[in-house]
């Protein structure tokens, strides 16, 4: 490259793929597909599979390190991790290879890209089938220039290979092509009858397309320019450096003409984009007995699809649908996930933390007859069903992780316990009450919260009798109010107007009508007679004693109630009486408290929740605290147990709840969040939750809440059925009447009177016992009686 930066002399490459090659010289030219293409093919087929993490194998030279950035960058865009790198030498001896090979057989991943050469590839995969990682649960991908070798290798190599996936670039079949193929292979059968033919390799292909791209690009510059060049390789005399050379003229247009060169080649289109070969499409290929079997496409555009011309993504797709059906490694048809718990009977060991409180959703007990860790629970239950919800099964057992020493000396915390599943030395997971923070997943990989979050306190509560001095008037709602305010007038008008011709003190003055007309209702009187007015005075009296009842029923209710109060409601003036608060030992509240400016020497920490009820009932003052905090589940939990003792008080923080714990990076985090979401969806999670706490509160028990308001929804139909027979009766009566005073009615008609004179004189003749006759002639307003 150097010596073609000091002639000015373009250097072409079409075996050269790695993509660092392109910014080291302005004249050099990459006619290969660059590493770099092909990188997304293989992202795109980890992607599609579902997997969260490969390891990668490739050998320690210029070819195998000169990819490794773009692919850790393109795994990376697809939320991939690599796991583990093994760097294999060169030359690396079969011993070297088998050793690492049993290494990674340790680890939990199953998924490797190899990106090594034909030799190299060969011994890797003979060792891999002699070690057992070519069975069933593996999967292997190799990169082009190990796929494009694979018809060269011997049947020992080929039989190693089978289950494993290739990627190559596409070469498009065509008329040129085939003729070129089968010329090469009666050549080469003449000259080497005894070997089996193999189709041209793509670098083959690259190299023969690159010499008619220079010669079309040699032949466009024309012979004038190559014979003025004939003598610009000379020596210099006035040099010292008798092969000093000087910088070619017409080499920049060779390049010039090389870069505009466009053409359908053996190996497809050729077209240079920025000295490299345009991208193009990739063939997904999968090795079954001696063949390389197409089993889908990688397109720059669409991502896979399985035909080239599937129009099945019309954006970009990127799905284990897209595929063909594969046989995987060990003639298998499933697709491996990816992991596996390492070293057959080996079981992932599940951190539970053991204290000696705060039980009531995680219990660990050791098992002195068996020497086993007895863990029970709600949380238990929820990771037992997670688990059985899995499409696999997964081998566990229950590691207990003390909190404290026999001594009673603290060993360790939540914080601790996340730390040494990280590590993976003692614990592969844990679970418990561990709550995700941002400090904690720093370290591990949680599940999706299976548990409600938030940070809350309780504090104990004081009871006050609420006297009101228009306390008498709530136990109606304003609308029942004024609704038996309006039947109450309607009735008593209803009664007047039908007991007003048969009640003996019906003649009394004006005065004496207007205050019988309160109380009629209530007490009519006692000369009554008529079935109407009977009726109306039935009906009304059962609302009116219905509702008496009910209202004296809530009033006494409300007389003798207590209201329960929150001794505290403020965070803020907890803080500034400095008043003690609580939480739970272990746990990360105490760093809570502390940002949220309470004082560390006021926060007092508790390790069951006996200690915290005997704390909240001496109070700050007796060397108790004011206010306990802690997780939302385990506030309502202790609040229910209390029967009323105790209240939520203060806002309620948000945190991301309840979670599993898994190491960085552990492939069953997805596959368990999954699970979780499906449970919650189902409703199992809260099934068991009810079923294992549905006994705790207490029953009867409601001090917190004042009697409700009897509503006028409550007496709507009640007040609907006076109404009804009030207004039934007032038109019976009114039809009654008007069919006996027919005569009366006739000769009102023909007065020459207004319309209120009129209605005046009925009420009077109406209100008569025995009413006076009208003149036969009313020919003038005089003629008619008056009161």
Not at 134 to 144: H, K, N, P
Not at 355 to 360: L, V
Not at 746 to 757: E, G, I, K, P, Y
Request: include cysteine; glycine fraction near 6%.
């Amino acid at each position: 490259m150097d010596l073609g930066n000091k002639t000015d002399v373009p250097i072409i490459s079409f075996s050269a793929t790695n993509p660092s090659l392109i910014p080291r010289t302005l004249n050099f030219v990459q006619t290969a597909q660059s590493d770099a293409n092909q990188v997304q093919a293989i992202a795109s087929i980890v992607k599609a599979c579902q997997w969260s993490q490969v390891v990668i194998i490739y050998e320690d030279t210029e070819f195998g390190n000169g990819i490794m950035p773009y692919l850790f960058n393109a795994l990376q865009d697809v939320n991939v991790r690599v796991s583990y790198r093994s760097v294999f030498p060169k030359s690396a001896s079969d011993d070297f290879i088998s050793k690492e090979l049993l290494k990674m057989m340790t680890m939990q991943t199953r998924v490797f890209v190899v990106h090594v050469t034909q030799s190299l590839g060969t011994r890797l995969f003979l060792k891999a089938r002699e070690v057992g990682m070519m069975s069933g649960g593996y999967a292997w991908i190799a990169t082009s220039d190990l796929t494009d070798s694979f018809n060269l290798m011997d049947s020992n190599a080929v039989g190693a290979m089978q289950g494993v996936l290739g990627v190559k670039p596409l070469i498009s079949k065509s008329e040129k092509l085939q003729y070129f193929t089968d010329r090469l292979i009666r050549t080469f059968l003449l000259a080497n009858q005894d070997v089996r033919p193999s189709k041209a390799s793509i670098f083959g292909l690259w190299a023969y397309d690159t010499l008619w791209a220079l010669a079309m690009a040699a032949e466009r510059v024309g012979n004038s320019a190559l014979y003025s060049t004939r003598n610009e390789v000379n020596l210099d005399s006035n040099s010292g450096d008798c092969f000093a050379l000087k910088p070619s003229e017409m080499g920049p247009k060779i390049l010039e003409e090389l870069l505009k060169t466009s053409f359908q080649g053996l190996s497809g289109e050729f077209n240079l984009v920025n000295k490299q070969r345009e991208q193009t499409q990739y063939q997904i290929v999968n090795f079954v007995e001696r063949d390389e079997k197409q089993v889908g496409i990688w397109m720059p555009s669409k991502g896979i699809s399985k035909e080239l011309n599937s129009n099945i993504a019309t954006c970009y797709s990127i799905s284990k649908e897209n595929f063909k059906s594969i046989i995987w490694p060990g003639d298998s048809n499933e697709r491996p996930r990816g992991w596996e718990v390492p070293l057959s009977g080996k079981k992932l060991r599940i951190g539970v933390p053991q204290k000696p409180g705060f039980n009531e959703f995680l219990k660990v007990e050791d098992d002195h007859v068996t020497n086993a860790t007895k863990v029970s629970g709600y949380f238990k239950e929820v990771f037992e069903s997670v688990m059985d919800a899995l499409p696999y099964a997964i081998p566990y057992e229950y590691i207990k992780y003390p909190f404290f020493n026999a001594n009673g000396s603290s060993a360790g915390d939540y914080d601790d316990l996340v730390y040494k599943v990280s590590l993976q030395e003692n614990y592969d997971a844990a679970l418990g009450d561990i709550t995700i923070t941002s400090k904690r997943s720093v370290y591990v990989d949680f599940t999706l919260p299976f548990a409600e979050g938030g940070i809350t306190s309780m504090v104990l509560v004081k009871y006050e009798y609420v006297h009101d001095i228009f306390t008498f008037l709530q136990p109606l709602t304003k609308e029942l109010w004024l609704a038996t305010a309006t039947f109450y007038i309607s009735t008593a008008l209803a009664i007047w107007v039908l007991g007003n011709r048969i009640i003996t003190s019906s003649r009394d003055s004006p005065g004496q009508h207007a205050g019988m007309f309160g109380y009629f209702p209530f007490f009519p009187g006692g000369g009554i007679d008529g079935n109407l007015l009977c009726l109306v005075l039935v009906t009304w009296a059962f609302v009116a004693n219905l509702l008496n009842s009910t209202y004296t029923a809530s009033l006494s209710s409300r007389l003798t109630a207590q209201r329960l109060l929150p001794t505290f409601t403020d965070v803020t003036t907890l803080i500034k009486r400095r008043e003690y608060v609580g939480c739970q030992e272990g746990s990360f509240l105490k760093d809570f408290l502390i940002k949220l400016k309470f004082d560390e020497n006021n926060i007092r920490t508790y390790n069951s929740s006996e200690d915290c009820y005997e704390a909240l009932e001496r109070g700050s003052k007796d060397g108790g605290i004011s206010a306990y905090y802690d997780v939302l589940p385990h506030i309502k939990m202790l609040v229910s147990q209390s029967c009323g003792q105790y209240k939520v008080a203060g806002p309620t923080y948000r945190t991301d709840g309840f979670a599993f714990a898994f190491p960085k990076g552990s492939p069953v985090v997805a596959d368990i969040s999954r699970a979780i979401i499906q449970l919650t969806e189902k409703g199992s999670i809260l099934e068991t939750e009810e079923r294992l706490f549905s006994n705790v509160s207490c029953s009867g028990q409601d001090g917190t809440s004042s009697p409700n308001s009897i509503t006028l929804r409550s007496f709507v139909v009640f007040f609907a059925i006076t109404g009804f027979v009030t207004v039934t009766c007032l038109l019976v009566s009114l039809v009654t009447y008007l069919s006996k005073n027919q005569a009366f009615l006739q000769r009102m008609s023909d007065l020459n009177a207004n319309v209120l004179w009129r209605i005046d004189a009925l009420c009077k003749y109406f209100r008569e016992s025995n009413p006076p006759s009208l003149p036969k002639t009313a020919n003038s307003r005089d003629q008619i009686p008056r009161s």
